[in-house]
């Protein structure tokens, strides 16, 4: 008797913890894959905004922590100003704006060298 009992409350707990799952709610939160996605472009966009390097993602008001002070995510990267679940399509906005952001890194990186080195291009005033 106490052996069925067992089995029957070890189903129970099952079917309950599995529920959520096979209802598509619990797959659809992967906060680290957002975190993930954000990483790249969010310390880029922590040290274009002024601000240290990016520590975490707030994803109820979809801001940035940047060593303390907090920057709000574009809307490119954060459509709806909140990211309530982090599912495949909140992972390729991040992915797609992180890779924006090491864009413009790069092209910014580039000029400042052009410029450093004394290359034939001209910003401004060329008659200098």
């Known amino acids: 008797m106490y052996r069925n009992i067992s089995i029957v409350v070890f189903v129970f707990f099952a079917v309950v913890l599995g529920l959520p799952e096979s209802q598509g709610e619990g797959s659809e939160i992967n906060f680290a894959g957002c975190f993930r996605a954000a990483y790249v472009g969010g310390n880029i966009f922590c040290r274009m905004s002024g601000y240290g390097t990016f520590n975490s993602l707030i994803f109820e008001t979809c801001d940035l922590v940047c060593g303390g002070p907090t920057v709000k995510l574009p809307k490119k990267a954060c459509t709806n100003g909140s990211l309530q679940k982090c599912d495949a399509k909140a992972i390729a906005l991040l992915r797609k704006w992180s890779g924006e952001m090491m864009k413009r890194k ?19 005033d060329c008659a200098k």
């Open 106 to 124: 790069n092209l910014i990186w580039m000029i400042g060298a052009m410029v450093n080195k004394g290359s034939n291009l001209c910003y401004g």
